[in-house]
């Protein structure tokens, strides 16, 4: 019963993050997104430049 739960709860965790690109989100939403992933397509290397600029800039913005 447990497992089933946790299991539906991660389903809906990843059709939430699918439905925007999350680019005012924390790191940890960043990081879901695919912050870290080798991406080898143009679009894909755009989206994952952008998303680490604004990491940069949600940053710059709460030590400042």
């Known amino acids: ?6 299991s539906t709860m991660i389903k809906h965790i990843i059709d ?11 790191e940890n939403v960043h990081i879901a997104k695919g912050l870290y992933s080798y991406e080898t ?3 894909a290397i755009y989206k994952q430049k952008k998303r ?8 710059a913005q709460d030590n400042g």
Do not use: H, R, V
């Open 16 to 26: 939430l993050l699918q439905i925007d690109e999350f680019y005012e989100a924390s």
């Open 52 to 59: 680490e600029q604004m990491l940069k800039k949600l940053k």
């Open 41 to 43: 397509g143009l679009k």
């Open 1 to 6: 019963k447990y497992l089933y739960k946790s």
